[in-house]
Protein backbone atom coordinates (compact mmCIF):
# COMPACT_ATOMS: atom_id res chain seq x y z
CA UNK A 1 0.00 0.00 0.00
CA UNK A 2 0.54 3.66 -0.64
CA UNK A 3 -0.14 6.80 1.08
CA UNK A 4 -0.58 9.95 0.09
CA UNK A 5 -0.21 13.34 1.67
CA UNK A 6 -0.74 16.69 -0.19
CA UNK A 7 0.07 19.93 1.23
CA UNK A 8 0.21 23.59 -0.40
CA UNK A 9 -3.31 24.35 -1.76
CA UNK A 10 -5.18 27.95 -0.83
CA UNK A 11 -6.27 31.09 -2.28
CA UNK A 12 -4.21 32.70 -4.74
CA UNK A 13 -5.27 35.91 -7.20
CA UNK A 14 -5.64 35.90 -10.74
CA UNK A 15 -1.91 35.69 -12.17
CA UNK A 16 -0.16 34.39 -8.99
CA UNK A 17 1.61 31.44 -8.13
CA UNK A 18 1.24 28.55 -5.86
CA UNK A 19 3.02 25.02 -5.49
CA UNK A 20 1.85 22.13 -4.21
CA UNK A 21 3.94 18.95 -3.00
CA UNK A 22 2.78 15.39 -2.28
CA UNK A 23 4.71 12.80 -0.34
CA UNK A 24 4.25 9.34 -0.56
CA UNK A 25 4.67 6.76 2.05
CA UNK A 26 4.36 2.83 2.33
CA UNK A 27 5.19 0.80 -0.88
CA UNK A 28 6.64 3.29 -2.31
CA UNK A 29 9.43 0.90 -4.59
CA UNK A 30 6.17 -0.02 -6.32
CA UNK A 31 5.48 3.23 -7.32
CA UNK A 32 6.18 3.96 -11.59
CA UNK A 33 4.25 7.38 -11.58
CA UNK A 34 3.17 10.35 -9.99
CA UNK A 35 0.90 13.20 -10.66
CA UNK A 36 -2.16 15.12 -9.92
CA UNK A 37 -5.36 15.40 -11.39
CA UNK A 38 -8.10 18.40 -10.60
CA UNK A 39 -11.73 18.47 -10.03
CA UNK A 40 -14.21 21.72 -10.55
CA UNK A 41 -17.37 21.69 -9.00
CA UNK A 42 -19.89 20.41 -11.34
CA UNK A 43 -17.32 19.02 -13.68
CA UNK A 44 -15.14 15.34 -14.15
CA UNK A 45 -12.02 14.83 -12.46
CA UNK A 46 -9.24 15.42 -14.88
CA UNK A 47 -5.13 14.89 -15.59
CA UNK A 48 -3.35 17.62 -14.26
CA UNK A 49 0.50 16.18 -15.11
CA UNK A 50 2.66 13.34 -14.17
CA UNK A 51 5.66 12.46 -13.73
CA UNK A 52 7.02 8.71 -14.56
CA UNK A 53 10.20 6.57 -13.02
CA UNK A 54 12.11 7.48 -15.90
CA UNK A 55 11.40 11.33 -15.42
CA UNK A 56 9.33 11.31 -18.47
CA UNK A 57 6.20 14.22 -18.46
CA UNK A 58 2.61 14.62 -19.41
CA UNK A 59 0.82 17.91 -19.15
CA UNK A 60 -2.94 18.67 -19.78
CA UNK A 61 -2.83 21.24 -22.68
CA UNK A 62 -4.51 23.65 -20.51
CA UNK A 63 -1.78 23.73 -17.80
CA UNK A 64 1.43 23.34 -20.47
CA UNK A 65 3.63 26.31 -20.12
CA UNK A 66 2.32 27.35 -16.71
CA UNK A 67 2.63 24.41 -14.61
CA UNK A 68 6.17 22.52 -13.82
CA UNK A 69 6.12 18.69 -12.20
CA UNK A 70 8.84 18.09 -10.86
CA UNK A 71 10.31 15.05 -8.28
CA UNK A 72 12.77 15.19 -5.17
CA UNK A 73 15.72 13.10 -5.76
CA UNK A 74 14.12 9.86 -3.23
CA UNK A 75 11.37 9.75 -5.73
CA UNK A 76 8.79 9.37 -3.04
CA UNK A 77 7.58 13.41 -3.42
CA UNK A 78 6.16 15.46 -6.10
CA UNK A 79 5.61 18.79 -6.16
CA UNK A 80 3.22 20.99 -8.78
CA UNK A 81 4.87 24.55 -9.24
CA UNK A 82 1.37 26.63 -10.98
CA UNK A 83 2.55 29.94 -12.31
CA UNK A 84 0.02 32.58 -14.20
CA UNK A 85 -3.34 30.87 -12.15
CA UNK A 86 -6.64 32.05 -13.27
CA UNK A 87 -9.69 31.45 -12.07
CA UNK A 88 -10.36 28.21 -14.42
CA UNK A 89 -7.81 26.35 -12.45
CA UNK A 90 -10.01 26.39 -9.24
CA UNK A 91 -10.20 22.77 -8.52
CA UNK A 92 -9.53 19.97 -5.66
CA UNK A 93 -6.19 18.69 -7.02
CA UNK A 94 -5.40 15.30 -5.84
CA UNK A 95 -2.29 13.78 -5.61
CA UNK A 96 -1.93 10.25 -7.73
CA UNK A 97 0.08 7.26 -7.96
CA UNK A 98 0.29 3.71 -9.47
CA UNK A 99 2.64 0.91 -10.42
CA UNK A 100 2.86 1.36 -14.15
CA UNK A 101 4.64 4.42 -15.97
CA UNK A 102 1.49 6.57 -17.00
CA UNK A 103 -1.79 8.20 -15.12
CA UNK A 104 -4.63 7.87 -17.59
CA UNK A 105 -7.11 10.93 -18.33
CA UNK A 106 -9.91 10.48 -15.84
CA UNK A 107 -7.71 8.76 -13.13
CA UNK A 108 -10.55 5.51 -12.99
CA UNK A 109 -7.99 2.94 -12.92
CA UNK A 110 -5.37 5.28 -10.78
CA UNK A 111 -4.48 2.87 -7.62
CA UNK A 112 -3.51 5.42 -4.98
CA UNK A 113 -4.87 8.95 -3.88
CA UNK A 114 -4.32 11.79 -1.72
CA UNK A 115 -6.78 13.75 0.30
CA UNK A 116 -6.89 16.37 -2.12
CA UNK A 117 -6.12 19.63 -1.49
CA UNK A 118 -8.13 23.42 -2.60
CA UNK A 119 -6.56 25.81 -4.82
CA UNK A 120 -8.90 28.85 -5.39
CA UNK A 121 -7.81 31.73 -7.90
CA UNK A 122 -10.01 34.35 -7.20
CA UNK A 123 -9.71 38.28 -7.18
Known amino acids: QVQLVESGGGLVQPGGSLRLSCVAS????????MGWYRQAPGKQRTLVAF???????KYADSVKGRFTISRGSAKNKVDLQMNSLNPEDTAVYYC?????????????????WGQGTQVTVSS
Open 26 to 33: GSISSIGV
Open 96 to 112: AADSFLELGPRGGATQY
Open 51 to 57: ISDDDST
